[in-house]
């Protein structure tokens, strides 16, 4: 059978719950017999909030980050890190030492140029891994976390960047773009079904795979949205025509969206919980 590509986005720019759902979701499929390969293709995690991603990334000598960590560890795949996310950015927030007003200190908190310390891009076409640190936010980071920083700096040996270099040059260049088509491509093809996680509030985490999307499902606290798949593309390509990256944001573009189904999500102790309750309306959630 063809790979059956299930994208789950997130209403609000934080905590939706993207990743508890693709989980259970994931889980419930595999719990079918299906083979289920998982993507993120654009990550991000704190050193400070998630600080036990430091570790994990030492650890496995590769910046990681918590979603595709839990990914691992709840699924109980075998997975490859660079494969299933081929971009990942470690944030911290800075030493508000360093801002003379607290307006402005406050404002680099909600600025992830001002935030970035170091980013990982994967290429497994060729099995490369480069890592980049912006110089200037990581020797501004809050005290408590600067050993870290140096640990992370002498273990990956990363190349100074300014973070808006990496993502005008770096992470838009073709190259970085064929590498994920590469990964995204890889993954369809070992998978019945492949979910894809989007970052943050973005509709899709990468135009290119925009039309291989299948089934288009929107979380937020306490929902499940199924959308129409065709018409999710046709908004998408139409409000990005006009704004440019802005025009993904999904809370912008979510009402001019067809809305074909909705599920009240209970509140789940576990993922285990989650998927089952998932398992229960596979049928109606896939269905395009």
């Known amino acids: 059978m063809d790979c059956t590509t299930v994208l789950v986005n997130g209403l609000l720019t934080y905590d939706s719950g993207k990743t508890y759902v693709a989980t259970a979701l994931a889980k419930a499929l595999i719990e079918r017999g299906l083979k289920v390969s998982v993507f993120k293709p654009l990550a991000?995690?704190?050193a400070w909030y998630q600080f036990n991603?430091?570790?994990h990334s030492l650890e496995h000598g590769v910046l990681v980050g918590e979603d595709v960590l839990k990914y691992k560890e709840l699924l109980n795949l075998s997975l490859d890190f660079e494969l299933v996310n081929p971009v990942d950015l470690l944030l911290a927030p800075l030493d508000p030492n360093y801002f003379k007003k607290v307006g402005d200190y406050l404002e680099a908190l909600c600025n992830q140029f001002e935030q970035?310390?170091?980013a990982r891009i994967s290429d497994c076409r060729n099995r490369t891994t480069r890592y980049y640190v912006v110089e200037g936010n990581a020797s501004r980071v809050v005290p408590g976390l600067r050993p870290w920083v140096e640990r992370l700096i002498?273990?990956?040996?990363?190349?100074?960047i300014t973070a808006k270099r990496f993502f005008a040059d770096i992470l838009n260049s073709r190259d970085a773009i064929e590498s994920l088509d590469y990964a995204f491509n890889t993954l369809k093809s070992r998978a019945d079904?492949?979910?894809?996680?989007?970052?943050n509030d973005a509709a899709v985490p990468l135009m290119n795979l925009l039309n291989d999307v299948d089934v288009v499902l929107t979380v937020t606290p306490g929902y499940l949205f199924r959308l129409d798949p065709e018409d999710f593309k046709k908004v998408v390509k139409s409000f990005y025509s006009k704004l440019g990256e802005r025009g993904l944001t999904l809370s912008l573009i979510f009402d001019s969206i067809d809305v074909k189904s909705k599920i009240s999500l209970p509140i789940a102790s576990s993922v285990n919980e989650l998927a089952t309750f998932i398992s229960r309306h596979l049928e109606s959630l896939l269905s395009t």
């Open 44 to 46: 991000g995690h704190s």
């Open 154 to 160: 002498g273990r990956f040996k990363p190349e100074p």
């Open 193 to 199: 079904v492949l979910v894809v996680e989007s970052f």
């Open 53 to 55: 991603t430091l570790l």
């Open 116 to 118: 970035l310390i170091m």
